[in-house]
């Protein structure tokens, strides 16, 4: 039997695929200019905002699973 926040976790990385499949599909010119642009970005940015990232999801998950 699985748990919620794992069958909540699948969720999340189904939801992931579904929007970075929609982007790739929409607009494969505009991807590979972001990826592009992300190998040229230095690794201290690319850090910072994947860890700004990170926390946004974090806080917005607490915001919707805490108790009212």
Not at 30 to 55: H, Q
Request: proline share 4%; no cysteine.
């Amino acid at each position: 039997m699985r748990s919620i926040a794992f069958a909540d976790f699948l969720i999340g990385v189904g939801i992931l695929f579904v929007i970075e499949g929609l982007m790739f599909a929409a607009s494969p010119t505009w991807m590979r200019r972001a990826m592009k642009s992300a190998l040229a970005t230095p690794d201290n940015i690319l850090r910072a905002v994947g860890i700004g990232s990170a926390v946004v999801g974090l806080i917005l998950i607490w915001a919707i699973r805490r108790p009212i």
